[in-house]
């Protein structure tokens, strides 16, 4: 791997392992100040709600600067959201402004992949990243609860600026404060990623229209990238299931809290360690797939889809923690194994097609999306009357439906539209052998 990829990794890490500390930290400002608990529950979706709504725009403005400086400005963004939480304002609002600077990192940090390195190292370093996020998911969550926690809070506050009034009088606040510290850090990694040398796509000048006019002339940009993604023989498949993936992992959380309630009469602070477990599985099917897949073969993954959902299906029977923890490590790894392959094929093809940033942008409201759209359908099968375990077995039943469906699509392309589908995968071939 080049130098610049490991600096890249750091700049990602230490990015994520923020975003997700300051969830927490969300979360208990909200919960001190006396919110409603679905504040506190909004928190998701309107961390989720910036990445479709600006999925037009943030792949544009990915591709049209140096990666490296989109990371930097997405990051400097961040800041300012947590700063808007210690100013006072809304923590709903200034967390919405967090997720508009995740929105905007996403198709740069992917997107720069393909443009450091070759397609054959395409796979191995969607592993390290997809490993580094999950490792920082689980990171950030523990720094998260320390950093607001009763001990390392009464540290935090005792400290002070001489002669200056910091307004940092509660825990929250203190952990607030420290992430900003670690924002910059993933700041000055950014400012150390080397140029690429590859050409930059501006965005669409209409200065005569005023900006308003100049955005608005990028949806039919997206659209058509969207289009032209979903109509590619393999963009189709590799972007359903990521798709389908990121909508599953997205609300998987939320259904391992759920069902350790239910099933093993865990608390919340214990079921939280199973999510744990949950993105430690996911992380070794990752590195396992980056060692072992070649780009070319990824669609060959495509049965580990159906096989998540059905053990989706079959946790239902599980009520011995000896038992789950190895149950939802091996479900963990099945998504892994998953994702690292056919992301990767995805951004090949993304690439090739339209460039990074759009195609990771691409990616970004789809998955998205299917975050919220499964996240309706799960609550909903609640709300119908369905106990916990019956809206688990639901959702099971149609994550398996979802990607036999999928696979099931592969295959009539195989059949139909064999010469194509060898040529598009004797590109990738070409491309790992040079």
């Known amino acids: 791997m080049k130098r610049g990829f490991y600096t890249i990794m750091a700049a990602q890490f230490f990015s994520s392992l923020a975003d997700n500390a300051l969830f927490v930290a969300a979360v208990e400002l909200l919960r001190t100040s006396g919110a409603p608990e679905w504040q506190r529950a909004a928190l998701v979706p309107m961390f989720a709600l910036f990445y479709v709504v600006l999925a037009p725009f943030v792949g544009a403005f990915a591709d049209a600067l140096p990666k490296g400086q989109v990371m930097f400005l997405s990051n400097a963004v961040k800041v300012v959201g947590c700063m808007l939480m210690l100013l006072g304002a809304h ?7 967090v997720g508009l600077g995740a929105a905007a990192y996403s198709p740069a940090k992917y ?32 720094l998260g609860g320390q950093l607001v926690g009763p001990n390392l809070s009464h540290w935090l506050l005792l400290f ?54 100049s955005a608005l002339a990028l949806l039919p940009d997206f659209w058509d990238c969207n289009r032209r993604l979903w109509r590619d ?11 389908l993936f990121w909508g599953v992992g997205g609300n998987l959380k939320f259904i391992v809290l759920a069902w350790a309630a239910v099933a093993l009469g865990y608390d919340t602070s214990q079921a939280s360690t199973l999510t744990g477990v949950v993105a430690l599985g996911t992380a070794i099917g990752a590195v396992v797939a980056s060692l072992h897949m070649r780009l070319d073969h ?19 029977f599980i009520h011995q923690v000896g038992v789950a923890v190895p149950y939802l490590i091996l479900l963990g790894a099945l998504g892994g194994g998953l994702v690292v392959p056919m992301n990767a094929l995805l951004q090949h093809r993304g690439h090739r ?82």
Not at 111 to 140: C, D, F, K, M
Not at 233 to 243: R, V
Request: with cysteine; aromatic share 8%.
């Open 160 to 213: 002070d600026f001489p002669f200056i009034e910091t307004g940092v009088d509660t825990p929250a606040e203190s952990a607030i404060a420290t992430l900003i510290v670690v924002y910059a850090l993933a700041a000055w990694f950014n400012t150390r990623i080397p140029h690429t040398g590859v050409e930059m796509r501006a965005l669409r000048q209409h200065a005569e229209h005023g900006v308003l006019r």
């Open 353 to 434: 097609l339209m460039g990074a940033g759009r195609s990771i942008a691409v990616q970004n409201f789809n998955e998205q999306a299917s975050i919220l759209g499964l996240g309706v359908f799960y609550s909903l099968a609640l709300k119908l009357g369905l106990s916990v375990f019956g809206a688990i077995m639901v959702f099971g039943v149609a994550v398996a439906g979802m990607m036999w469906f999928i696979q099931r699509w592969h295959a009539y392309n195989c059949r139909h539209y064999g010469p194509e589908l060898e040529h598009l995968l004797r590109l990738a071939r070409q491309e790992i052998h040079h």
């Open 298 to 316: 990824a669609t060959r993954v495509l049965p580990m889809g159906i096989g998540m959902g059905v053990m989706l299906v079959l946790i239902i």
């Open 233 to 243: 023989k393999l963009g189709q498949i590799t972007l359903a299931t990521t798709t």
């Open 91 to 97: 923590p709903l609002l200034a967390y919405a402004v």
């Open 111 to 142: 997107g720069i992949l393909t443009e450091l390195l070759p397609a054959s190292q395409l796979v191995r370093a969607n592993g390290w990243i997809e490993g580094l996020t999950i490792a920082s998911i689980i990171l950030g969550v523990l």
